[in-house]
């Protein structure tokens, strides 16, 4: 079956600092990965995504590689804001809808 | 261009009592999701609707829960009679592409439904 596994939150960390959130998948075929942003009092947004192996999606300074021999779809920011703040998931599309992580929660504080 | 909405936003109702959902997708977009997240937990798929058609309800938890579609703009989501396992946060998605995979998503706010 289709499974995805975050690293759990929160994760909290200071203002520019390195971040760094794991995604893990487990998925039969070939499906597309993503990562989808919730920031308080609002709803999800796609921040990036990638169709295939070695593909890297990037938007906003945040980055993320789809492995296919690590099965893995890290998210990687090189400085975070306080702006940043928000929870994460990861998902991917071995079709038309979305299997999801349990998210996580990135607390940036000044 | 407005985005997905949701209405409404909270809902608290009483343990056997019904609650309808809906959700006003992108206009134009003939996919529509809903997806639920139930106490911090991941976010599962509940259903699919291709315009007025239901495309795949795999995710529909029993059939406590009517979604539908008519005219395959609005969509609404009924609980009934809602239970204590069912509170957590409702979203919708839709999506402008019919027949492909990975098209971009677009969720509402969701709907928090909180049975007591």
């Known amino acids: 079956g289709n499974s995805v596994t975050q690293m759990e939150g929160p994760v909290t960390l200071s203002e520019e600092a390195f971040l760094t959130i794991n995604c893990t998948y487990t998925?039969?075929?070939?499906?597309?990965l993503f990562w989808y942003v919730q920031y308080p009092g609002e709803g999800l947004q796609l921040l990036l995504k990638?169709?295939?192996?070695?593909d890297k999606g990037s938007n906003k300074g945040f980055e993320a590689t789809y492995r296919k021999e690590t099965t893995s779809f890290h998210l990687e920011k090189g400085s975070v804001q306080v702006s940043d703040s928000a929870v994460y998931f990861c998902?991917?599309?071995?079709?038309?809808?979305?299997?999801f992580g349990t998210g996580t929660r990135l607390l940036v504080s000044p | 261009e407005a985005g997905v909405t949701q209405f409404p936003s909270h809902s608290v109702i009483e343990k056997g009592q019904t609650v309808t959902l809906r959700c006003d997708p992108i206009?134009?977009?003939?996919?529509l999701y809903w997806y639920r997240r139930v106490m911090g937990k991941e976010i599962k798929f509940l259903l699919h609707?291709?315009?007025?058609?239901?495309?795949?309800e795999s995710g529909m938890p029993n059939n406590r829960f009517l979604a539908e579609r008519t005219g395959g703009t609005y969509s609404t989501l009924k609980v009934q009679p809602a239970e204590l396992e069912d509170s957590g946060v409702y979203f919708c998605?839709?999506?402008?592409?019919?027949?492909?995979?990975?098209?971009?998503?677009?969720f509402g706010p969701g709907t928090r439904l909180t049975v007591t």
């Open positions: 998605a839709s999506s402008a592409k019919v027949g492909q995979g990975a098209a971009e998503q677009y």
């Open positions: 998925a039969t075929g070939y499906p597309s």
């Open positions: 990638a169709t295939k192996a070695d």
């Open positions: 998902a991917l599309s071995p079709f038309q809808k979305l299997v």
């Open positions: 206009s134009g977009h003939d996919n």
């Open positions: 609707f291709v315009k007025e058609s239901k495309q795949d």
